[in-house]
């Protein structure tokens, strides 16, 4: 037969087998002894750790322009096991620290709700944020697709009152020129980005809606390479990223099958 011996490490103890304690704010080292009817026994301390949890946040600017991303950071004494942020307009996030961006204007109450095990504390800053009236971000380019390399691309910035622009042009490089000639050198697929800040110092970051193609498609197929006069032949396209095609057999005949007999 086992008997125990616990220490909460708050002058409290208990010879329960399972005992339920209710503890002080602090940290306690809680051990258990344990002795079996022989006399041999065995200790074993681990800490736990009781604290209130206050929740709270603070942001990079309270003051934004529409579409203007934000930067919200959780400054809670407990970072929490799980934390939701409710930005007040119908969305959240579950990030530590989330961006997010106003598409509206007005005054905006955030709520930060942390969760540490089962401790939950909650805080609500009313009319937090204030979002004003931003500047929509827009540009377009000459090409958008190109199967030579190096290729050549101008972009416009048709963005209205852009005091300070900046251009990220998906391969690591950018510019601050107002409408860029950005040449790619290498194949691939870019991702264009503009960030521009207007006179009264709103900043709205657009992505392009599509990627800029530099690339032509790396044809690749396998077929029989001898066969019997009158038997048909199967070819198979192994060509990736390819919208369309056109099979030339060298004798008159084609095909716009992908994989053609």
């Known amino acids: 037969k086992l008997s125990y011996s616990w220490n909460f490490g708050d002058k409290q103890t208990s010879t329960e087998v399972n005992p339920s304690h209710l503890f002080a704010q602090g940290k306690h080292d809680v051990a258990l002894t344990v002795t079996d009817e022989n006399g041999c026994s065995n200790t074993s301390v681990k800490k736990v750790s009781v604290t209130k949890l206050k929740a709270d946040f603070m942001t990079e600017k309270e003051q934004a322009c529409s579409g203007e991303k934000i930067k919200f950071i959780n400054t809670s004494n407990y970072k929490g096991e799980k934390c939701t942020w409710e930005f007040g307009d119908g969305t959240a996030s579950t990030e530590a620290n989330p961006e997010k961006a106003f598409l509206k204007p007005g005054n905006y109450s955030v709520k930060l709700t942390i969760a540490e095990g089962e401790c939950k504390e909650t805080i609500t800053k009313t009319d937090f944020v204030h979002v004003r009236n931003g500047i929509n971000t827009s540009f377009s380019s000459d090409i958008s697709n190109s199967c030579n390399q190096p290729v050549s691309v101008k972009l416009k910035n048709n963005t209205p009152n852009s005091a300070v622009v900046l251009w990220n042009f998906g391969d690591g490089t950018i510019s601050t020129k107002n409408n860029p000639e950005k040449v790619y050198a290498e194949p691939g697929n870019y991702k264009v980005s503009l ?36 038997y048909q032949v199967k070819f198979t396209n192994f060509t990736p990223n390819a919208a369309s095609y056109l099979w030339n057999f060298g004798d008159g005949e084609t095909s716009t099958q992908k994989n053609p007999f």
């Not at 599509?210 to 690749?220: C, E, G, N, Q, T």
């Open 195 to 230: 960030e521009v800040t207007d006179s009264s110092g709103c900043t709205v970051k657009k992505e392009s809606e599509k990627v800029i193609h530099a690339l032509k498609p790396m044809v690749r197929f396998t077929g029989d390479t001898f066969t019997c006069a009158g």
